[in-house]
């Protein structure tokens, strides 16, 4: 399929920051593929909402822990929007709220193989297809990393912390290795935002509440303030940003 409109693909997509990021996208006059692990119908609410934008918009299911898995979405959205022009890194998990000498192995490992593994892998198959050394027209990576690779994250996941403190340094190398393909490299590191991600992964639903006093500017962030620093970073506004770390936290 054929359109004027760029492509995105966003890993994540379904819900929180991706879902937001996408159906800003399609107001915005991008076309996207929205990639899912398992909630399906979540997916096609937020391809339902950026077709009613304007959009052309499908939702793809795939396990970013898993290369062949990422391999095919990519190939799935290229065939379906002909080519992209910009990729949005989002998908990741926390594990449990916890202390690391509390956590096992699998909890560490399910966090690391799809935060960090995954992340390089859809950046690599990023790279294969828009990079102009393979024939791409170049484009634009938007990583999505956490404030928690600073902070630290100590009694909750100091794992997760660990794991975007990796994508801090893959947007700066990528930045700098794709540079001259015409593709920019970039990320966004939210703070405390309001998503489900507090109760469903963490398991801890009063976070949101205990932390708020912490946050200078003394109110949570919206996924909708997410999303309009990762469109920004995304268009040619940000034609001469690669390698940025834009922190979206409120002042934490």
């Given at each position: 399929?054929?359109?004027?409109?760029?492509?995105?693909?966003?890993?994540?997509?379904?819900?929180?920051?991706?879902?937001?990021?996408?159906?800003?996208?399609?107001r915005r006059?991008?076309?996207?593929?929205v990639?899912?692990?398992?909630?399906?119908?979540?997916?096609?609410?937020?391809?339902?909402?950026?077709?009613?934008?304007?959009?052309?918009?499908?939702?793809?299911?795939?396990?970013?822990?898993?290369?062949r898995d990422?391999?095919?979405?990519?190939?799935?959205?290229?065939?379906?929007?002909?080519?992209?022009?910009?990729?949005?890194n989002?998908?990741?998990?926390t594990?449990?709220?916890?202390r690391?000498?509390?956590?096992?192995a699998?909890?560490i490992?399910?966090c690391?193989?799809?935060?960090?593994?995954?992340?390089?892998?859809?950046?690599?198959?990023?790279?294969?297809?828009?990079?102009?050394?393979?024939g791409?027209g170049?484009?634009?990576?938007?990583?999505?990393s956490s404030?928690?690779?600073?902070?630290?994250?100590p009694?909750?996941?100091?794992?997760?912390?660990?794991?975007?403190?990796?994508?801090?340094?893959?947007?700066?190398?990528l930045?700098?290795?794709?540079?001259?393909?015409?593709?920019?490299?970039?990320?966004?590191?939210?703070?405390?935002?309001?998503?489900?991600?507090?109760?469903l992964?963490?398991?801890?639903?009063?976070r949101?509440e205990?932390?708020?006093?912490?946050?200078?500017?003394?109110?949570?962030?919206s996924?909708?303030?997410?999303?309009?620093?990762?469109?920004?970073?995304?268009?040619?506004?940000?034609?001469y940003?690669?390698?940025?770390?834009?922190?979206?936290?409120?002042?934490?």
């Amino acid at each position: 399929m054929s359109s004027e409109r760029p492509g995105i693909l966003i890993t994540g997509g379904s819900r929180g920051i991706g879902a937001a990021v996408a159906q800003l996208a399609a107001r915005r006059g991008y076309d996207l593929a929205v990639v899912y692990k398992s909630d399906e119908e979540a997916a096609e609410r937020t391809v339902a909402a950026c077709r009613e934008a304007g959009a052309t918009a499908f939702a793809f299911q795939g396990d970013m822990a898993m290369e062949r898995d990422v391999v095919r979405v990519f190939d799935d959205a290229v065939e379906s929007l002909d080519r992209l022009s910009g990729i949005v890194n989002n998908a990741g998990i926390t594990g449990r709220s916890g202390r690391l000498d509390a956590a096992s192995a699998e909890t560490i490992r399910a966090c690391i193989d799809l935060n960090v593994t995954g992340a390089i892998l859809v950046a690599r198959e990023a790279s294969r297809r828009m990079a102009k050394r393979y024939g791409g027209g170049g484009g634009a990576i938007v990583n999505i990393s956490s404030v928690a690779a600073t902070l630290g994250s100590p009694g909750e996941y100091v794992w997760y912390a660990a794991s975007k403190g990796a994508i801090d340094s893959l947007t700066i190398g990528l930045s700098k290795e794709l540079a001259g393909d015409g593709i920019r490299v970039n990320a966004v590191s939210p703070g405390l935002i309001e998503t489900e991600i507090h109760a469903l992964s963490t398991g801890d639903a009063g976070r949101v509440e205990r932390l708020r006093p912490l946050i200078p500017m003394e109110r949570v962030g919206s996924p909708e303030e997410i999303a309009e620093a990762v469109l920004f970073l995304l268009s040619d506004q940000a034609s001469y940003i690669t390698g940025a770390n834009l922190r979206v936290s409120g002042g934490r």
